[in-house]
């Protein structure tokens, strides 16, 4: 997976380290190339040594919640020993490759997901499922500081990989293999938008640490030092303005829907 440059992106990403008063935002935005290249095709040839067609069907685990799952999703039965299992939502190995390498340009050399399973991660039901589940921790956490730069972010992802083109995935480990996992994390989220036709891959990976908890570790792979003090004074008054990225922090952004 490449990693494509892009300025909007990293302004949002930049944007995106947040301090609250009991707590600290680390976020990133990245967007990578789904075409492979030397390492690329070794790790996938090495995944499917058994000879397994790329296309195969690997069964993911259900999105957190059921209760906005449309009418018209497409489920398939994952298979056993003992025979049919339960419906579940499926995608390819291939595109099981795409998601672990993702994970793998984006938090190394601090983790390896070579081994991770498709259980750890799921379709999601909608973009508008997306967008609420994301807007809610941020809003919930950030506050007024994300409500300025809201409307700036999605239109950025959206620039990037034509959101009502893509597919939607989040990566849920288990406890045991979880990257964020360390003591103090309130909440953490990593979703994937997946353009076919672009071959690329977006992936947005963000969490809230208490500050309680001190700071974070250098190696977690996530977010920088902020390297600055806020008070909550000024934090009304501040401006953000990252290549054409500016709002006032106290402005309210109408709520993008699509």
């Known amino acids: 997976m490449k990693l494509?440059?892009?300025?909007?992106?990293?302004?949002?990403?930049?944007?995106?380290?947040?301090?609250?008063?009991?707590?600290?935002?680390?976020?990133?935005?990245?967007?990578?190339?789904?075409?492979?290249?030397?390492?690329?095709k070794r790790l996938f040839k090495t995944m499917s040594h058994d000879g397994q067609s790329p296309h195969e069907l690997q069964a993911l685990s259900p999105p957190q919640t059921q209760m906005s799952l449309s009418p018209n999703r497409q489920y398939s039965r994952s298979t056993s020993s003992e025979g049919e299992g339960p419906l579940c939502d499926t995608c390819s190995r291939k595109m099981l490759f795409y998601l672990t390498s993702t994970l793998n340009a984006s938090f190394h050399p601090d983790y390896d997901f070579s081994d991770t399973k498709s259980h750890e991660f799921s379709r999601e039901p909608s973009l508008q499922w997306v967008v609420n589940a994301i807007d809610s921790n941020m809003f919930a956490t950030g506050g007024a500081m994300y409500s300025a730069i809201k409307s700036k972010l999605w239109s950025a992802i959206d620039n990037e990989v034509s959101l009502p083109e893509c597919e939607f995935y989040s990566y849920n480990p288990d406890l045991e293999c979880d990257p964020f996992g360390e003591g103090g994390v309130l909440w953490s989220f990593n979703y994937f938008f997946y353009n076919k036709k672009m071959k690329r891959i977006l992936f947005y990976s963000c969490r809230a640490v208490s500050s309680s908890a001190g700071q974070v570790s250098a190696d977690s792979g996530i977010g920088q030092d902020l390297g600055m003090e806020m008070d909550g004074d000024d934090m009304q008054e501040d401006y953000i303005d990252e290549d054409d990225l500016t709002y006032s922090s106290h402005e309210r952004v109408t709520p993008l829907l699509y």
Do not use: F, H, R
Not at 8 to 24: F, N, R, V
């Open 4 to 40: 494509l440059e892009n300025s909007q992106l990293e302004a949002i990403s930049d944007a995106l380290s947040i301090e609250t008063g009991d707590c600290k935002i680390y976020g990133k935005v990245e967007s990578y190339s789904c075409k492979m290249a030397g390492n690329d």
